[in-house]
């Protein structure tokens, strides 16, 4: 967001990750990672803690109860995806806020860590300024968690219905690897404006976007092109299907042994 137009025209992952290794070395790419990790426990947790309460609300209710169809099912999924990520988002943005001001930094670091961080924000930028970028985050990660919910556990009933006797590991690696593709590219330019949006006023630079949401969408397209609005779509990919296949993996793999666990006493 601080190059200009041409060079940005120019980029591509291989460039982009030699740049980071000559500039600031190879420990670059993990830099804000245990902002990242902080951040990641809580979220994940209240993600799938509300995402399973939530469905089990909705499915009191009339039209959506459960074994009430596939319309019925999908629709519990894509609300109580939704309405989790919402709730896990506006409880952990903090920390997400931090997680991106601390890896976008360069050799010259502003913030010396988390405390740092929050403490530096909230006297450049006010209390306020924690929640720079909420309004697109919230819209972009109601969307994100309802497709990747919806098209895990549809994939992942279809394929158990299928082939009974595949793998479960494998199912919810390969289903959650596929979910993830999906919510990325469907909500993918809302993350970008989140993210550009986060790091307007970092270490006390000047603002780039003077508006609002929509007005930095309108930046966006006007300076890069509608092309602009899926920069870095290709790492993006690369991250979430490992990442997010293996997460899914985790819980599912988690909950059968506290399930089992939890028999047993």
Sequence with gaps: ??????????????REASRI??????RAFWK???????HRLPYSSISFYAYERY??????LPGLEKNGGFGADVGVRLLGGGLSGITAASATYPLDLVRTRLAAQTNTAYYRGISHALY???????????????????????????????VYETLRSHWQIERPCDSPVLISLACGSLSGI?????????????RRMQLEGAAGRARVYQTGLFGTFG??????????MY????????????????VFMTYEMLKAILTGLESDD
């Design 182 to 194: 999906a919510s990325s590219t469907f909500t993918f330019p809302l993350d970008l404006v989140r």
């Design 231 to 246: 920069r870095g779509i290709l790492p993006e990919y690369c991250k979430v299907v490992p990442g997010v296949g293996i």
């Design 120 to 150: 530096a924000i909230c006297r450049d930028e006010g209390v306020r300024g924690l929640y720079k970028g909420l309004g697109a985050t919230l819209l972009g990660v109601g969307p994100s968690i309802a497709v990747s919910f919806s």
């Design 55 to 60: 469905k089990n609300l909705l499915q009191m």
């Design 219 to 228: 930046h966006i397209v006007r300076t890069e092109g509608f092309r602009g």
């Design 21 to 26: 290794v000559y500039e600031e070395g190879f």
């Design 32 to 38: 804000g990672n245990l902002v990242t990790i902080a």
């Design 1 to 14: 967001m601080h190059s200009d137009v041409a060079t940005m025209r120019n980029t591509s992952i291989w």
